[in-house]
């Protein structure tokens, strides 16, 4: 199968659409404040359902190398955002796949998103980040702490700060998707998720 026209213009509107939502961030006041809450794979998952996992993953892509232009995290950050975003798009596709319906299917999203992040974020995005910035993991576990004293080291890090922060971003965005995927016309991957 080709990739058509069609197809790309579809993944470069919700591309679009996906780095203006990622603009609109916000840090949430109980957790380290380099962490920002947006719904930018909210159009990913649209792209899940209406051009297919790679069409997602596309999304995902574009959004993330746009976003280099004006990185202020050395690539590490959007990195972060391809891999995590990614794993909640292929775990809603792996309950799509299993028969599962769209809560279920968003719900394991949500629950592989939190479990890749936290891996991730402790074996290779939070050292990767301080050596990038050339700073110790102890500078930004002191960050975390300044918003939650459970934060001591990089394990309560990753414990009281990356799980619970993608727990509420998956949620956020999985609820806005309960509410958007069903009025949306059915693609040519209508199939996914309709049980």
């Known amino acids: ?17 996906s780095i203006i939502l990622m603009f609109l961030s916000f840090p949430l006041p109980f957790l380290p404040g380099f962490l920002k809450l947006d719904l930018a794979e909210l159009p990913a998952l649209i792209g899940l359902f209406t051009l297919g996992p790679w069409g997602a993953v596309a999304i995902e892509g574009v ?9 202020r995290t050395f690539a590490v950050g959007e990195l972060a ?7 909640l798009i292929m775990g ?23 479990v890749c992040a936290g891996l991730v974020n402790l074996f290779i995005l939070i050292p990767l980040y301080a050596l990038v910035l050339g700073i110790p993991v102890e500078a930004l576990v002191k960050i975390g702490q300044t918003t939650n004293p459970k934060i001591v080291d990089l394990t ?9 922060f993608n727990l509420i971003k998956g949620s956020l965005i999985g609820v806005a998707a309960l509410a958007v995927l069903p009025r949306l016309k059915r693609g040519s991957h209508s199939s996914i998720g309709e049980k």
């Open 63 to 71: 959004k993330n190398l746009i976003h280099l232009t004006g990185t």
């Open 156 to 164: 309560s890090l990753i414990l009281w700060g990356i799980v619970p």
């Open 1 to 17: 199968m080709g990739i058509s026209t069609r197809w790309l213009t579809q993944v470069g509107v919700l591309s679009a659409l």
């Open 81 to 87: 955002n391809f891999l995590i975003g990614t794993a």
């Open 92 to 114: 809603t596709y792996g309950g799509t796949k299993l028969g599962w319906g769209l809560r279920s299917s968003l719900a394991t999203g949500v629950i592989v998103m939190t």
